[in-house]
């Protein structure tokens, strides 16, 4: 992995650039297959076609999550839980391309947005990440 900057963005060993604040919109397209795994379609959810896109939902067993496109590979993302790894406060999109654990409840830790600590605040460790898979057309959440 190479760090590219305080904000760097790592992906599977690929540093993509450090990218400009992307607004993380609700996904749609969502579908709860009957194998309990969820389905983002990805034709419903345009902000996924642009690397450094981001989509949010909530899903029961981890609550909220984001899924971030990380390349323009078929399975080029990252699917992460929201909630602070200190004290479960749901992080927000920050000013500088990643997540922030918001005052007053949260207490400041920052993390790059593919969920990677950087420091902070309370939180000694980063988002957790959830298993995935993913074709040309959806990213199926385990
Ligand atoms: S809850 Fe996020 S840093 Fe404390």
Excluded at 57 to 68: D, E, P
Excluded at 95 to 113: E, I, K, M, V, Y
Excluded at 117 to 124: D, P, R, V, Y
Aim: glycine share 12%.
């Amino acid at each position: 992995m190479v760090a590219l900057s305080r904000r760097g963005f790592i992906c599977g060993g690929a540093a993509v650039a450090a990218l400009a604040t992307v607004p993380a919109v609700a996904a749609t397209g969502i579908k709860t297959l009957a194998n309990g795994k969820t389905e983002v379609n990805l034709a419903a959810n345009k902000s996924l076609a642009k690397v450094g896109g981001v989509v949010q939902l909530s899903i029961k067993k981890y609550g909220k999550v984001a899924v971030i496109r990380t390349s323009k590979t078929d399975n080029g993302f990252a699917v992460i839980r929201l909630a602070c790894p200190h004290e479960g406060v749901i992080v927000k999109p920050d000013s500088q391309g990643g997540w922030n654990c918001p005052p007053p409840r949260g207490h400041g830790s920052s993390f790059a947005l593919n969920g990677t600590l950087i420091g902070g605040g309370e939180a000694n460790s980063s988002l957790k990440p959830i298993k995935f898979t993913a074709t040309s057309k959806a990213v199926t959440i385990a």
